[in-house]
């Protein structure tokens, strides 16, 4: 059955232009083609990649952010409750109120201590300011290496230039090793990046996040191996151009230099902009939908490798929509909304109001204006200091 599947699997229909079946991509001493089995690779690599990480974010993201000033926020810890820390952990981390009158009544609390409690413990689950910095550390630094390991492998490649030379010769276009080993690179880069998301830092567009990295994961495979390795590094070297300046954009973020941060943000908008809405489209999608017809007729790997592609634009869209809000909201009012993906943390101003209003119930009441001679004065009446209360309750004047 095994067998079965495998040869369905691998029928040169689904892979090749028709017309040409794997007996035409047999390799020779000179000439090779990417195999399959290349991708498994990926994998060690990938773990290799994880340990290089770790190892990087210890030795020197982690020091660099202490000597940059980049701060953890001292946070509040829950005090220890096994009811509340077993519905945090089983049912919801943000109960709903009826759940917070039930959970009230079963830890004899009030509700607003509760309340506070679930603050307190989703604010400890966050990621601190110092992973943060390191995060987008090591993914600036990857991307940095990537890119500039993109141009100098693509630079004197005709089909940068030309994009119809990706389908010159199709699918008979050896693999040259700088191309092999730039696709190892970038997926075993991505598989690392699966391997760390539930450790990595949670943003609001986490499900996004999950479709395009296995979007990106089954691209660039079934590019490998159905040779579409020319367009498959267009794509890599668009994507990485404008996560160069994102990366930095949230580094000096956490680091509290505003303006180079605003800097920095409208330079990495005007990129992904341009390259994810304009660029990525012409290159790729067009090349890819109409250029290629010119060489060969429609087949399951044309269809396949496209819907692909246009998973890849749909979250571009999305992303550039978020984008677009944000850099309106700096227009109008002059400072940068902060990330609408990060995940912000919970102050505990509730808890200041609900100190106050203990204080008013117990009678106790703050008056915020002091007149610069050091009293206050009710509705015109005379100073409450200018008054001494006798022992038979009548007052006398100063």
């Keep these: 059955m095994a067998r079965s599947l495998y040869e369905w699997l691998w029928q040169h229909e689904f892979w090749l232009p028709p017309g040409i079946t794997w007996e035409d991509m047999q390799e ?49 810890k829950a005090q220890p409750n096994p009811v509340l820390e077993t519905f945090y952990s089983t049912r919801r981390k943000n109960p709903e109120e009826g759940e917070l009158l039930s959970l009230a009544k079963q830890c004899d609390l009030p509700v607003r201590k509760v309340e506070k409690w679930f603050r307190r413990r989703r604010n400890m689950d966050r990621p601190s300011l110092s992973k943060k910095f390191s995060e987008a550390c090591w993914r600036f630094t990857f991307y940095i290496i990537s ?23 199709y699918p008979q276009q050896p693999l040259q090793p700088s191309l092999f080993w730039y696709y190892m690179l970038e997926l075993s880069f991505y ?111 044309y269809y396949f490798v496209n819907v692909l592609l246009i998973i890849l634009q749909l979250l571009h869209v999305f992303w550039s929509c978020l984008i677009i809000h944000m850099v309106y909201k700096f227009i109008l009012q002059g400072t940068m909304e902060k990330d609408m993906r990060s995940d912000t943390e919970e102050s505990d101003k509730d808890e200041e109001r609900d100190k106050i209003r203990e204080k008013e119930k117990n009678g106790i009441t703050y008056f915020s204006n002091v007149t610069s001679n050091g ?6 009446s005379e100073p409450l200091n200018s008054r001494v209360h006798l022992a038979n309750g009548h007052t006398k004047e100063r």
């Design 147 to 169: 890119f500039f390991t993109g141009l100098a492998v693509l630079y004197d490649k005709p089909w940068l230039w030309d994009h119809r030379e990706c389908w010159t010769g």
């Design 375 to 380: 009293y206050i004065q009710r509705n015109g």
């Design 191 to 301: 598989w690392s990046l699966v391997f760390t998301l539930p450790f990595d830092v949670k943003r609001k567009d986490f499900k996004e996040q999950i479709v395009h990295h296995a979007a990106t994961i089954f691209l660039i495979s079934f590019s490998y191996c159905a040779n579409y390795i020319r367009i498959g590094t267009l794509v890599m070297v668009i994507h990485d151009a404008s996560d160069c300046f994102l990366e930095p954009t949230k580094i000096f973020n956490y680091m509290k230099w505003k303006k180079t941060c605003d800097s920095l943000f409208m330079i990495f908008s005007a990129v992904f902009l341009i390259s994810r809405l304009v660029i990525y489209p012409y290159t790729v999608l067009y090349n890819t939908y109409y250029y290629s017809m010119e060489i060969f007729q429609p087949f399951f790997g």
């Design 28 to 76: 020779s001493e000179d000439t090779h083609y990417p195999q399959p089995r290349d991708l498994l690779l990926s994998i060690p690599f990938a773990l290799i990649l994880v340990v290089i990480r770790c190892a990087f974010e210890r030795a020197i993201a982690l020091p660099l952010s202490t000597k940059l000033g980049v701060r953890d926020k001292q946070r509040p």
